[in-house]
C-alpha cells in the first residue's frame, strides 16, 4: 500500500519558475519529512527536511511547506535553474526510521 | 569522507538464476538499508540492519530474498531465484545511527541495475 502519496508525477517550469511538489501522507506515526533529490544513475541525496511540529523551513532556494492537519506537506523551488532538473521524492520516516517514499516527481526546468 | 559503495553497478541475469549484490557503508555508520526501486517508482525499503542485526525486514520477500550483514560492516542482498518483476535498481543506504532523524541522514549509494530476461 502506499503510504505517502504525491504528485504531479512530472513537471516542467521555465528558468526561473517556482515548482511546487506535492504530497500526502496517511500514517499519523510518521515524524520526520525529508525530501530528496536523484540525478540519473545516482543514489537520492538529501534535500531538505522538516519535522511535524514546524510549518515550514526554508533552506537556500528550497522550501518545505507542512500541514499537519491536512496530512499534507510540499516543496516549493524557488528560482528554479536547469541544474535543478532531476526526480524528486517526499518521504516520511517513523520513529523506527523505516522511510516510505513517494512516487517521485521529475522536474524539467527550462533555459 | 569516502561514500557508499555498491558492487556491481549492472547485472543482467535469466530468470530462476541466483544473483547477490554487495555494499559496503560509510565507515562508522551502524546503520544499513536496502531499498528496491522499480523504474517510475520510489525507492521501497526492503530491510533494515542495526549493527549486525535486523531492525525491519517486512518488505522483503523472504522465499526468495536473503540479506546478510556479517560483522556489522559490509552487507549483501541475494535473489534466489530471480522473477522477471525483480528487475530494478538495487540501493543500498546507510546511516550513522538510528536516533534523532535530524542527525541520523541516510546516505544512499549509486545502486545496482538488475535486469532479469
Known amino acids: 500500500q502506499q503510504q505517502v502519496k504525491q504528485s504531479p508525477q512530472s513537471l516542467i517550469v521555465q528558468k526561473g519558475g517556482i515548482p511546487i511538489i506535492n504530497c500526502a501522507y496517511e500514517n499519523t506515526a510518521f515524524d520526520y519529512f525529508p525530501w530528496y533529490q536523484q540525478f540519473p544513475g545516482k543514489g537520492p541525496a538529501l534535500l531538505i527536511a522538516i519535522r511535524p511540529d514546524v510549518s515550514e523551513k526554508k533552506e537556500g532556494r528550497f522550501t518545505i511547506s507542512f500541514n499537519k492537519s491536512a496530512k499534507q506537506f510540499s516543496l516549493h523551488i524557488m528560482d528554479s535553474q536547469p541544474g535543478d532538473s532531476a526526480t524528486y521524492f517526499c518521504?516520511?520516516?517513523?520513529?523506527?526510521?523505516?522511510?516510505?517514499f513517494g512516487a517521485g516527481t521529475r522536474l524539467t526546468v527550462k533555459p | 569522507e569516502a561514500g557508499v559503495a555498491q558492487s556491481p553497478r549492472y547485472k543482467i541475469i535469466e530468470k530462476r538464476q541466483s544473483v547477490a549484490f554487495w555494499c559496503n557503508p560509510i565507515s562508522g555508520h551502524a546503520t544499513l538499508y536496502w531499498y528496491q526501486q522499480i523504474l517510475g517508482q520510489g525507492p521501497k525499503l526492503l530491510i533494515q540492519?542495526?549493527?549486525?542485526?535486523?531492525?525491519?525486514d517486512s518488505q522483503l520477500p523472504k522465499d526468495r530474498f536473503s540479506a546478510e550483514r556479517l560483522k556489522g560492516v559490509d552487507s549483501t542482498l541475494k535473489i534466489q531465484p530471480a522473477k522477471l518483476e525483480d528487475s530494478a535498481v538495487y540501493l543500498c543506504?546507510?546511516?550513522?545511527?538510528?536516533?534523532?532523524?535530524?542527525?541520523?541522514?541516510?546516505?544512499f549509494g549509486p545502486g545496482t541495475r538488475l535486469t532479469v530476461l
Open positions: 543506504a546507510s546511516s550513522f545511527r538510528l536516533g534523532d532523524p535530524s542527525t541520523d541522514t541516510q546516505y
Open positions: 518521504a516520511a520516516t517513523s520513529p523506527l526510521r523505516d522511510m516510505r
Open positions: 540492519f542495526q549493527n549486525n542485526g535486523v531492525v525491519d
